[in-house]
């Protein structure tokens, strides 16, 4: 099979490395997704291990359609019994049409699912489905008449690690989080690591579970596993492996404060229920009262931005008091901070050494990263 990790815009190329690295094979980047080579196996590992990735699809195909007859032909084509079975519920859950001259997502819906029927019912012989067994979601996304049908094998998105239970206003995804620490390249061992606006400590906690290497989807369910194609047993083993992979002797130093107790207070019990509160040091404390712990490291944050929590000038005011406490406080550390406001530059008076443009939660963003010493 094909199969598909979509990806938040502007993530693509650190799904692609997660990808490699797993060790999957003929792995592709297109916009808004990964796809690679993969069975059973792959389908368990990339839910278990991806930690950017925001669900993992099976493709089942792609295909140019201008017509309804056009669309209820290439889905009948497809191979739908070999991933559902006689007792199986394929709802057709997700339809996006972008430029397209089939625009009607619920006319799309109802040929799609027809013509599964269709298919199903001359492959089991039978005149009616039940739909009472495991879930087999079908995603549509059509651009420029070209349509791509998928299967989730996810569930609930992978951002869902099951650690965090209590969100605040602005909350960041743990994907993102876990994006922002990949590319600052930050992994534990000496570099120690600061959040000074830590929230409900997102940042702090997919750091430590990267230096630790806790596959961020050990401890949780996927609609997969109810799949007929995929032994209970492989769940076990690879969940089994991930566990074993941890690594509990390098040296993990973490540090994230925040002015709200409130947040500080459901941070902890986050990191707790992640496993990883022996290695992030939580602190009630104002932005103005950190100090570097260490000559050298990496302050990754994400601050409240202009649209979020704060008015314009309270932002400006913010951005620029952390370029001075950084640059006074932290002057051989690298920052890396995410934003919404384009002027953050100017406020913090620096310039960037790199800025990438990211989209957290539908707000389009900036990741501004200052290197620091080396």
Known sequence: MTLIASAPMGLESIVRDECVDLGFENVKTFNGRVEFDGGP??????NIHLRVADRVFVKMGEF?????????QEIKKMKWEDLIPIDGEFPVSWVSSVKC???SKSDIQKIVKKSIVERLKSHYDIGYFAEKGASYKIKIQAHNDIFLVMVDTSGEGLHKRGYRNLINDAPLKETMAAALVKLSRWKGGELPLVDPMCGTGTIAIEAAMIARNVAPGVNRKFASEKWSIIPGNLWIDTRDAAFSEEDYDKEVKIYASD????????????AKKAGVDGDIIFECKNILEIEAPYEKGAIITNPPYG???LTENEVQ?????MGDIFRMRFSKWSYYVITSYEKFESYFDKKATKNRKLYNGGIKCYYYQYYGAK
Do not use: G, W
């Open 259 to 270: 002015m709200d107790p409130e947040a500080i207070e459901v941070a902890m019990e986050n």
């Open 101 to 103: 001259k089939l625009y």
């Open 64 to 72: 140019k359609a201008l017509t309804f007859e056009d669309l209820f």
């Open 317 to 321: 005011r913010l951005y620029s008091l």
């Open 41 to 46: 196996e792959e389908i368990v590992k990339a």
């Open 307 to 309: 649209d979020r929590l």
